[in-house]
């Protein structure tokens, strides 16, 4: 449980450690609130020989709505989003569902963007930013680009976040005053999830639902989208939650029991959100 040695760097500002990532490439990994890479580490399951600390970068600390979209720097943390009265307003489904993520510990030293770049199927906020249809920003020795969170989850621990970019911040519609809904099981109350569901009612009335931890990156639930879309009730869309879906199989749950899961906790979601009326 001890990581390979490496060098610690400290960057100063965002330039300078945009800097750093571009001159030592692969080698180097950015540290953020360091809650999933140094286990990576400690397991031997990444050895990079330089850590470019971006954890104290005011710049990646932004919150603020402009326009009709909430603004995210990818350093926030998930203590600062579950305590801010502006996403709790705006975006009371990401207030609530970073408010369950593992205990106050992690929730005062893990940030959005390390959630997000690392890309495990089982942690919940890349759900709710995909049910939310944010926009990842990511800047990198071509300058900056966007990409939808639809696109950015690319395969099991792997996004579109290339070894020499930062994410700078996320961007998500503001949706003030519509329901939501937001349901995880787990057997021990600090667990990741075994199975999560994130409903969100959308401004034009229908529903945006996605999945934790059933499949290798986060899932839209399309099945219960068009169920919802046809008319159908909480229930009957909630049966076909596992439509599409690979679930993993691990000591906690095998796929059958994680598609059960899906189902009932969508239902349960949906009825929290007011869906399937
Ligand atoms: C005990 C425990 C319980 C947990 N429980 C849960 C849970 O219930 N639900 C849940 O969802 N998660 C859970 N987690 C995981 C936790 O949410 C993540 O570890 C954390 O959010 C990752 O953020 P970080 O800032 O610690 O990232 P780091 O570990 O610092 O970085 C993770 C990865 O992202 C990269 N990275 C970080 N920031 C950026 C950036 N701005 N641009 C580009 N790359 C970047 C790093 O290089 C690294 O590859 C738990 C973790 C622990 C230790």
């Not at 990532?21 to 990079?48: N, Y």
């Not at 639930?221 to 439509?243: I, K, S, T």
Request: hydrophobic share 45%; aromatic share 6%; proline share 6%.
């Amino acid at each position: 449980m001890i990581p390979a040695g490496f060098e610690y760097l400290r960057a100063d500002s965002l330039d300078h450690a945009a800097a750093l990532l571009a001159e030592r490439g692969d080698d180097a990994k950015l540290l953020a609130g360091g809650h999933s890479l140094i286990p990576l580490m400690k397991f031997r399951l990444a050895a990079p020989e330089a850590l470019i600390d971006i954890s104290r970068l005011a710049e990646l600390r932004a919150l603020e709505q402009v326009d009709g979209t909430l603004r995210l720097g990818a350093g926030l943390r998930y203590r600062d989003l579950e305590f801010s009265p502006l996403v709790r307003e705006q975006l009371p489904l990401l207030a609530a569902a970073v408010a369950s993520v593992g205990d106050r510990q992690v929730r005062a030293r893990g940030t959005i963007g390390g959630a997000v770049v690392h890309g495990d199927p089982a942690a919940d906020v890349p759900a709710v930013l995909l049910a939310l249809d944010a926009t990842m920003v990511l800047r990198g020795p071509g300058g900056q680009r966007e990409v939808p969170a639809s696109e950015f989850f690319v395969d099991f621990w792997e996004t579109a976040c290339a070894p020499d970019e930062v994410l700078v911040e996320i961007r998500v519609p503001a949706l003030a005053g519509r329901r939501w809904g937001f349901e995880k099981f787990r057997q021990r109350s600090q667990d990741w999830a075994t199975v999560g569901v994130a409903v969100q009612e959308l401004p034009d009335g229908g529903h945006a639902v996605a999945l934790v931890n059933m499949g290798p990156v986060p899932l839209r639930a399309r099945g219960v989208e068009e169920a919802l879309a046809g008319g159908a009730g909480a229930q009957a869309a909630a049966g076909r939650a596992a439509d599409g879906t690979s679930p993993p199989a691990d000591l906690r749950a095998d796929a059958t029991y994680r598609g059960h899961l899906a189902g009932v906790l969508t239902a349960r979601a949906l009825e929290q959100a007011g869906a399937g009326r």
